[in-house]
Protein backbone atom coordinates (compact mmCIF):
# COMPACT_ATOMS: atom_id res chain seq x y z
CA UNK A 1 0.00 0.00 0.00
CA UNK A 2 2.98 2.36 0.86
CA UNK A 3 4.20 1.56 -2.13
CA UNK A 4 1.00 2.22 -4.42
CA UNK A 5 0.86 5.98 -2.55
CA UNK A 6 4.27 6.74 -2.66
CA UNK A 7 3.91 5.87 -6.34
CA UNK A 8 1.15 8.35 -6.40
CA UNK A 9 3.16 11.33 -5.39
CA UNK A 10 2.26 10.25 -1.76
CA UNK A 11 4.78 10.41 1.26
CA UNK A 12 4.61 8.94 4.72
CA UNK A 13 4.13 11.15 7.83
CA UNK A 14 6.12 11.00 10.84
CA UNK A 15 2.81 11.06 12.86
CA UNK A 16 -1.31 11.13 12.57
CA UNK A 17 -0.74 14.93 13.45
CA UNK A 18 1.11 15.77 10.07
CA UNK A 19 -1.02 13.29 7.73
CA UNK A 20 -4.18 14.25 5.67
CA UNK A 21 -5.28 10.33 5.67
CA UNK A 22 -5.03 7.46 8.54
CA UNK A 23 -4.89 4.15 7.24
CA UNK A 24 -5.80 1.28 9.95
CA UNK A 25 -4.56 -2.28 8.95
CA UNK A 26 -7.15 -4.34 11.30
CA UNK A 27 -7.41 -7.65 11.91
CA UNK A 28 -10.13 -10.22 11.48
CA UNK A 29 -8.84 -13.51 13.30
CA UNK A 30 -10.07 -13.39 16.77
CA UNK A 31 -12.93 -11.89 18.83
CA UNK A 32 -10.01 -9.45 20.85
CA UNK A 33 -8.11 -8.39 17.24
CA UNK A 34 -11.74 -7.33 16.14
CA UNK A 35 -12.39 -5.25 19.18
CA UNK A 36 -9.24 -3.28 19.09
CA UNK A 37 -9.13 -3.24 15.71
CA UNK A 38 -12.36 -1.08 15.71
CA UNK A 39 -11.78 0.50 18.90
CA UNK A 40 -8.11 1.78 16.98
CA UNK A 41 -10.31 3.03 14.00
CA UNK A 42 -12.69 5.05 15.82
CA UNK A 43 -10.49 6.47 18.42
CA UNK A 44 -8.67 7.96 15.62
CA UNK A 45 -11.60 9.47 13.77
CA UNK A 46 -12.91 11.06 16.59
CA UNK A 47 -9.48 12.42 17.93
CA UNK A 48 -9.18 13.57 14.21
CA UNK A 49 -12.26 14.47 12.58
CA UNK A 50 -10.75 16.46 9.69
CA UNK A 51 -8.85 14.07 8.70
CA UNK A 52 -9.81 10.97 5.97
CA UNK A 53 -9.56 7.40 7.79
CA UNK A 54 -9.69 4.21 6.04
CA UNK A 55 -10.22 0.76 7.23
CA UNK A 56 -8.46 -1.70 5.57
CA UNK A 57 -6.60 -5.55 5.85
CA UNK A 58 -8.62 -8.53 7.40
CA UNK A 59 -11.80 -7.42 9.16
CA UNK A 60 -12.31 -5.26 6.17
CA UNK A 61 -12.02 -7.88 3.84
CA UNK A 62 -14.49 -10.24 6.57
CA UNK A 63 -17.31 -7.38 6.81
CA UNK A 64 -16.98 -4.53 4.83
CA UNK A 65 -20.64 -4.37 3.49
CA UNK A 66 -21.79 -4.63 7.08
CA UNK A 67 -19.35 -1.93 8.40
CA UNK A 68 -19.75 0.45 6.06
CA UNK A 69 -23.18 0.52 7.19
CA UNK A 70 -22.56 0.84 11.10
CA UNK A 71 -19.65 3.32 10.55
CA UNK A 72 -20.85 5.95 7.96
CA UNK A 73 -18.22 8.22 9.76
CA UNK A 74 -15.06 6.41 8.06
CA UNK A 75 -14.03 7.39 5.03
CA UNK A 76 -13.42 4.20 3.18
CA UNK A 77 -13.28 0.44 3.36
CA UNK A 78 -10.80 -1.91 1.72
CA UNK A 79 -9.71 -5.56 2.13
CA UNK A 80 -6.82 -7.50 1.58
CA UNK A 81 -6.84 -9.02 -2.09
CA UNK A 82 -5.84 -5.77 -3.66
CA UNK A 83 -3.60 -3.24 -1.89
CA UNK A 84 -2.76 -1.35 -4.31
CA UNK A 85 -6.22 -0.01 -4.64
CA UNK A 86 -5.64 2.13 -1.35
CA UNK A 87 -4.97 5.04 -4.00
CA UNK A 88 -8.56 5.03 -4.94
CA UNK A 89 -10.09 6.01 -1.51
CA UNK A 90 -7.18 8.19 -0.28
CA UNK A 91 -7.91 9.92 -3.96
CA UNK A 92 -11.36 9.38 -3.88
CA UNK A 93 -11.74 7.74 -7.39
CA UNK A 94 -13.15 4.69 -5.92
CA UNK A 95 -11.80 1.27 -5.37
CA UNK A 96 -10.63 -0.94 -7.71
CA UNK A 97 -12.73 -3.98 -8.76
CA UNK A 98 -12.99 -6.70 -6.83
CA UNK A 99 -10.88 -9.55 -7.09
CA UNK A 100 -7.77 -11.35 -5.65
CA UNK A 101 -4.94 -9.32 -7.33
CA UNK A 102 -1.57 -9.50 -5.36
CA UNK A 103 0.60 -6.81 -6.86
CA UNK A 104 4.42 -7.09 -6.34
CA UNK A 105 5.23 -3.85 -6.10
CA UNK A 106 8.93 -3.58 -4.77
CA UNK A 107 8.59 -1.93 -1.58
CA UNK A 108 10.29 1.65 -1.14
CA UNK A 109 10.17 1.19 3.07
CA UNK A 110 10.67 -1.84 5.28
CA UNK A 111 8.33 -1.33 8.26
CA UNK A 112 10.35 -3.95 10.40
CA UNK A 113 13.63 -3.23 12.31
CA UNK A 114 16.81 -2.25 10.44
CA UNK A 115 18.33 -5.37 8.85
CA UNK A 116 14.98 -7.68 8.73
CA UNK A 117 12.67 -7.97 6.23
CA UNK A 118 9.31 -10.59 5.41
CA UNK A 119 9.18 -12.19 2.90
CA UNK A 120 5.39 -13.39 1.90
CA UNK A 121 5.41 -16.86 -0.05
CA UNK A 122 1.89 -17.32 -0.32
CA UNK A 123 -1.85 -16.43 0.82
CA UNK A 124 -4.68 -18.29 1.95
CA UNK A 125 -4.81 -21.37 3.35
CA UNK A 126 -6.50 -24.71 2.67
CA UNK A 127 -5.92 -26.44 5.70
CA UNK A 128 -9.31 -26.31 7.11
CA UNK A 129 -9.35 -26.25 11.08
CA UNK A 130 -12.36 -25.78 12.50
CA UNK A 131 -11.82 -22.64 14.74
CA UNK A 132 -10.26 -20.88 12.56
CA UNK A 133 -11.60 -18.09 10.18
CA UNK A 134 -8.72 -17.63 7.78
CA UNK A 135 -9.67 -19.31 5.01
CA UNK A 136 -12.84 -17.55 5.20
CA UNK A 137 -10.32 -13.84 4.78
CA UNK A 138 -7.94 -15.01 2.93
CA UNK A 139 -9.57 -17.61 0.98
CA UNK A 140 -7.62 -20.94 -0.59
CA UNK A 141 -4.22 -21.16 -0.38
CA UNK A 142 -2.58 -19.44 -3.15
CA UNK A 143 1.29 -20.02 -3.62
CA UNK A 144 4.01 -17.23 -5.43
CA UNK A 145 6.24 -18.46 -8.00
CA UNK A 146 9.59 -19.52 -7.30
CA UNK A 147 10.61 -17.25 -9.17
CA UNK A 148 9.14 -14.18 -8.03
CA UNK A 149 10.41 -15.01 -4.45
CA UNK A 150 13.82 -15.14 -5.60
CA UNK A 151 13.55 -12.58 -7.15
CA UNK A 152 12.83 -10.35 -4.33
CA UNK A 153 15.29 -12.13 -1.75
CA UNK A 154 18.00 -10.75 -4.45
CA UNK A 155 16.21 -7.56 -4.53
CA UNK A 156 16.65 -7.34 -0.19
CA UNK A 157 19.90 -8.58 -0.32
CA UNK A 158 21.18 -5.75 -2.46
CA UNK A 159 19.36 -3.78 0.03
CA UNK A 160 22.02 -5.01 2.89
CA UNK A 161 18.93 -7.08 4.18
CA UNK A 162 20.65 -9.50 6.65
CA UNK A 163 17.61 -11.86 7.61
CA UNK A 164 14.79 -12.88 5.89
CA UNK A 165 11.50 -14.18 7.28
CA UNK A 166 9.64 -16.55 5.14
CA UNK A 167 5.85 -16.33 6.36
CA UNK A 168 2.80 -17.56 4.97
CA UNK A 169 -0.17 -19.13 6.52
CA UNK A 170 1.41 -22.62 6.38
CA UNK A 171 4.58 -22.70 5.12
CA UNK A 172 5.31 -26.31 4.97
CA UNK A 173 2.18 -26.25 2.19
CA UNK A 174 3.81 -24.00 0.22
CA UNK A 175 3.35 -24.98 -3.47
CA UNK A 176 0.49 -27.93 -2.65
CA UNK A 177 -2.59 -26.00 -4.69
CA UNK A 178 0.43 -26.60 -7.86
CA UNK A 179 2.35 -29.90 -8.38
CA UNK A 180 2.69 -30.68 -4.79
CA UNK A 181 4.70 -29.37 -1.83
CA UNK A 182 7.82 -26.97 -2.87
CA UNK A 183 9.61 -25.46 0.42
CA UNK A 184 12.63 -27.35 0.02
CA UNK A 185 12.74 -26.41 -4.02
CA UNK A 186 12.52 -22.19 -2.36
CA UNK A 187 15.06 -23.00 -0.18
CA UNK A 188 17.38 -25.02 -2.67
CA UNK A 189 16.87 -21.66 -4.88
CA UNK A 190 17.75 -19.44 -1.83
CA UNK A 191 20.46 -21.72 -0.93
CA UNK A 192 22.30 -21.02 -4.51
CA UNK A 193 22.55 -16.96 -3.63
CA UNK A 194 25.54 -15.76 -2.48
CA UNK A 195 26.50 -13.71 0.33
CA UNK A 196 25.69 -13.83 4.34
CA UNK A 197 22.54 -13.70 5.32
CA UNK A 198 19.57 -15.78 7.57
CA UNK A 199 16.75 -17.09 6.68
CA UNK A 200 13.94 -17.20 9.10
CA UNK A 201 10.99 -19.87 8.75
CA UNK A 202 7.99 -19.31 10.32
CA UNK A 203 4.39 -20.90 10.43
CA UNK A 204 4.77 -24.38 9.50
CA UNK A 205 1.96 -26.99 10.12
CA UNK A 206 3.18 -29.78 11.72
CA UNK A 207 0.66 -32.11 9.80
CA UNK A 208 2.59 -30.86 7.04
CA UNK A 209 5.96 -30.66 7.68
CA UNK A 210 8.08 -31.26 4.59
CA UNK A 211 10.52 -33.32 5.53
CA UNK A 212 13.45 -32.78 3.36
CA UNK A 213 14.14 -29.34 4.43
CA UNK A 214 16.01 -30.68 7.42
CA UNK A 215 18.76 -32.12 4.87
CA UNK A 216 18.93 -28.29 3.33
CA UNK A 217 19.43 -26.60 6.91
CA UNK A 218 21.72 -29.04 8.27
CA UNK A 219 23.86 -28.12 4.98
CA UNK A 220 23.78 -24.36 5.22
CA UNK A 221 24.02 -22.60 8.45
CA UNK A 222 22.13 -19.94 6.96
CA UNK A 223 18.79 -21.28 7.46
CA UNK A 224 18.24 -20.44 10.88
CA UNK A 225 17.41 -23.91 12.86
CA UNK A 226 14.14 -22.22 14.41
CA UNK A 227 10.79 -23.56 14.04
CA UNK A 228 7.46 -22.70 15.08
CA UNK A 229 4.95 -25.49 14.37
CA UNK A 230 1.77 -25.49 16.40
CA UNK A 231 0.24 -28.12 17.48
CA UNK A 232 -2.73 -26.38 18.97
CA UNK A 233 -3.50 -29.69 21.37
CA UNK A 234 -2.25 -33.38 22.25
CA UNK A 235 -5.25 -34.98 22.76
CA UNK A 236 -6.17 -37.77 19.49
CA UNK A 237 -10.18 -36.59 20.48
CA UNK A 238 -9.99 -32.82 20.26
CA UNK A 239 -7.31 -32.60 17.79
CA UNK A 240 -9.84 -34.68 15.68
CA UNK A 241 -12.37 -32.17 16.10
CA UNK A 242 -10.17 -29.08 15.36
CA UNK A 243 -9.62 -31.06 11.71
CA UNK A 244 -6.04 -31.74 12.45
CA UNK A 245 -4.76 -34.95 11.23
CA UNK A 246 -1.73 -35.48 14.15
CA UNK A 247 -1.40 -37.22 16.65
CA UNK A 248 0.74 -36.81 19.59
CA UNK A 249 3.28 -39.93 19.61
CA UNK A 250 4.02 -38.60 16.02
CA UNK A 251 4.11 -34.93 17.02
CA UNK A 252 6.90 -35.93 19.56
CA UNK A 253 8.17 -38.38 16.93
CA UNK A 254 8.75 -35.09 14.36
CA UNK A 255 10.42 -33.38 17.39
CA UNK A 256 12.49 -35.56 17.88
CA UNK A 257 13.48 -35.60 14.33
CA UNK A 258 14.10 -32.16 14.20
CA UNK A 259 16.62 -31.65 17.08
CA UNK A 260 18.81 -35.45 16.28
CA UNK A 261 19.22 -33.89 12.64
CA UNK A 262 19.93 -30.03 13.95
CA UNK A 263 21.15 -30.35 17.58
CA UNK A 264 21.02 -26.19 17.93
CA UNK A 265 17.38 -26.62 16.89
CA UNK A 266 14.85 -24.02 19.00
CA UNK A 267 11.22 -24.83 18.60
CA UNK A 268 8.45 -22.61 19.35
CA UNK A 269 4.68 -23.85 19.46
CA UNK A 270 1.50 -22.72 20.13
CA UNK A 271 -1.47 -24.17 22.32
CA UNK A 272 -5.42 -23.39 22.29
CA UNK A 273 -7.01 -24.17 25.33
CA UNK A 274 -10.84 -24.33 25.95
CA UNK A 275 -11.75 -25.84 22.59
CA UNK A 276 -15.92 -27.14 22.58
CA UNK A 277 -15.57 -30.37 24.43
CA UNK A 278 -11.98 -30.40 25.97
CA UNK A 279 -12.37 -32.35 29.01
CA UNK A 280 -9.80 -32.20 32.39
CA UNK A 281 -8.66 -35.40 30.82
CA UNK A 282 -8.08 -33.61 27.46
CA UNK A 283 -6.40 -31.12 28.95
CA UNK A 284 -3.69 -33.37 31.03
CA UNK A 285 -3.07 -34.84 27.96
CA UNK A 286 -2.00 -31.61 26.50
CA UNK A 287 0.00 -30.97 29.98
CA UNK A 288 1.61 -34.30 29.75
CA UNK A 289 2.49 -33.67 25.97
CA UNK A 290 4.05 -30.34 26.94
CA UNK A 291 6.53 -31.48 28.94
CA UNK A 292 7.49 -34.42 27.04
CA UNK A 293 7.88 -31.65 24.06
CA UNK A 294 10.91 -29.54 25.63
CA UNK A 295 9.20 -26.53 23.95
CA UNK A 296 12.09 -23.53 24.02
CA UNK A 297 9.33 -20.92 23.51
CA UNK A 298 5.38 -21.55 23.52
CA UNK A 299 2.47 -19.22 23.16
CA UNK A 300 -0.88 -20.14 24.53
CA UNK A 301 -4.34 -19.06 24.07
CA UNK A 302 -7.94 -19.42 25.35
CA UNK A 303 -10.34 -20.37 22.02
CA UNK A 304 -12.82 -17.64 20.47
CA UNK A 305 -15.97 -18.36 19.11
CA UNK A 306 -16.14 -17.50 15.47
CA UNK A 307 -18.78 -17.01 13.34
CA UNK A 308 -19.03 -19.42 10.05
CA UNK A 309 -16.48 -21.31 11.47
CA UNK A 310 -17.18 -25.45 12.34
CA UNK A 311 -16.79 -25.08 15.84
CA UNK A 312 -19.00 -21.84 16.44
CA UNK A 313 -21.89 -24.41 16.32
CA UNK A 314 -20.00 -27.35 18.39
CA UNK A 315 -21.78 -28.74 21.83
CA UNK A 316 -20.16 -28.85 24.96
CA UNK A 317 -18.39 -25.09 24.43
CA UNK A 318 -16.24 -24.83 27.67
CA UNK A 319 -17.34 -22.06 30.49
CA UNK A 320 -14.66 -19.08 30.11
CA UNK A 321 -13.56 -19.24 33.25
CA UNK A 322 -12.33 -23.05 33.22
CA UNK A 323 -10.73 -21.92 29.64
CA UNK A 324 -8.83 -19.11 31.21
CA UNK A 325 -7.68 -21.18 34.39
CA UNK A 326 -6.51 -23.89 31.86
CA UNK A 327 -4.61 -21.19 30.23
CA UNK A 328 -2.60 -19.93 33.24
CA UNK A 329 -1.46 -23.66 34.39
CA UNK A 330 -0.04 -24.11 30.80
CA UNK A 331 1.84 -20.71 30.92
CA UNK A 332 2.83 -21.72 34.39
CA UNK A 333 4.55 -24.73 33.30
CA UNK A 334 6.09 -23.01 30.12
CA UNK A 335 8.10 -20.41 32.81
CA UNK A 336 10.86 -22.63 34.01
CA UNK A 337 10.99 -24.49 30.53
CA UNK A 338 11.63 -21.08 28.98
CA UNK A 339 14.48 -20.29 31.22
CA UNK A 340 15.92 -23.40 31.43
CA UNK A 341 16.14 -22.93 27.77
CA UNK A 342 17.75 -19.72 27.98
CA UNK A 343 20.15 -20.54 31.13
CA UNK A 344 22.20 -23.24 28.60
CA UNK A 345 22.67 -20.46 26.35
CA UNK A 346 24.72 -18.32 29.34
CA UNK A 347 28.51 -19.05 27.97
CA UNK A 348 27.75 -18.70 24.80
CA UNK A 349 29.38 -16.60 21.75
CA UNK A 350 26.68 -16.17 19.08
CA UNK A 351 26.06 -13.95 16.36
CA UNK A 352 23.60 -10.99 17.69
CA UNK A 353 21.78 -8.87 14.32
CA UNK A 354 21.03 -5.59 16.16
CA UNK A 355 17.73 -3.96 16.30
CA UNK A 356 18.02 -0.29 18.08
CA UNK A 357 20.73 1.60 20.20
CA UNK A 358 19.67 2.41 24.02
CA UNK A 359 19.46 5.98 24.50
CA UNK A 360 21.51 7.53 26.82
CA UNK A 361 23.19 4.02 27.40
CA UNK A 362 26.36 2.33 26.00
CA UNK A 363 24.22 -0.59 25.09
CA UNK A 364 22.04 -1.80 22.20
CA UNK A 365 19.13 -4.21 21.39
CA UNK A 366 19.45 -7.31 18.97
CA UNK A 367 17.96 -10.80 18.43
CA UNK A 368 19.90 -13.95 18.09
CA UNK A 369 18.73 -17.23 15.85
CA UNK A 370 16.91 -18.39 18.64
CA UNK A 371 14.55 -15.35 19.36
CA UNK A 372 12.47 -14.17 16.00
CA UNK A 373 10.94 -10.45 15.80
CA UNK A 374 8.24 -9.30 18.15
CA UNK A 375 7.67 -12.51 20.14
CA UNK A 376 11.06 -13.80 21.68
CA UNK A 377 13.14 -12.71 24.14
CA UNK A 378 15.67 -9.98 22.76
CA UNK A 379 19.84 -10.03 23.88
CA UNK A 380 20.71 -6.18 25.57
CA UNK A 381 24.59 -6.24 24.05
CA UNK A 382 26.48 -3.89 26.23
CA UNK A 383 27.89 -2.09 23.66
CA UNK A 384 26.28 1.01 21.27
CA UNK A 385 26.39 -0.49 18.03
CA UNK A 386 24.85 -0.07 14.78
CA UNK A 387 21.21 -0.98 14.18
CA UNK A 388 20.64 -3.37 11.05
CA UNK A 389 24.30 -5.02 11.79
CA UNK A 390 25.62 -8.53 12.88
CA UNK A 391 27.85 -8.81 16.38
CA UNK A 392 29.70 -11.54 17.95
CA UNK A 393 28.54 -11.75 21.69
CA UNK A 394 29.47 -13.75 24.60
CA UNK A 395 25.97 -14.12 26.67
CA UNK A 396 26.99 -13.33 29.93
CA UNK A 397 23.18 -13.52 31.93
CA UNK A 398 19.78 -14.30 31.57
CA UNK A 399 16.85 -11.73 32.94
CA UNK A 400 13.68 -12.73 32.67
CA UNK A 401 13.11 -13.88 28.97
CA UNK A 402 16.15 -11.78 27.42
CA UNK A 403 19.44 -12.70 27.75
CA UNK A 404 22.35 -10.03 28.15
CA UNK A 405 25.61 -10.64 26.73
CA UNK A 406 29.42 -8.19 25.67
CA UNK A 407 31.03 -8.53 22.22
CA UNK A 408 33.09 -11.21 22.19
CA UNK A 409 37.09 -9.94 21.01
CA UNK A 410 38.28 -11.20 17.84
Known amino acids: MMAALQRKGWSLAEGPEAADVLIVNTCGFISAAKKESLETTLELKARYPGKKVIMVGCLSERYGKALEDQLPELDGFLGNKDPAAIVGLVEGTGAAAPGTRIPRLERTRLLSFPGTAYVKIAEGCANRCTY ?84 IMAADPRFLPYFDLPFQHASPGILRAMGRRGVPEANLGLLEEIRLRLPRAVIRSTFLVGFPGESDADFQRLLDFQEKARFDWLGAFTYSREEDTPAYSMKDQVPKAVAEKRLREVESRQTPATAGALDAQVGRTLDILVEERVDGEDMSIGRAYLHAP ?37
Open 132 to 215: CAIPLIRGDLSSRPVESITEEVRGLLRRGVKELVLIAQDLGSFGSDRDGPELPLLLREIASLPGQFWVRLLYIHPDKFPRGILD
Open 374 to 410: DVDGLVVVRRSLPPGEWVRARITRRNGVDLEAEPAHE
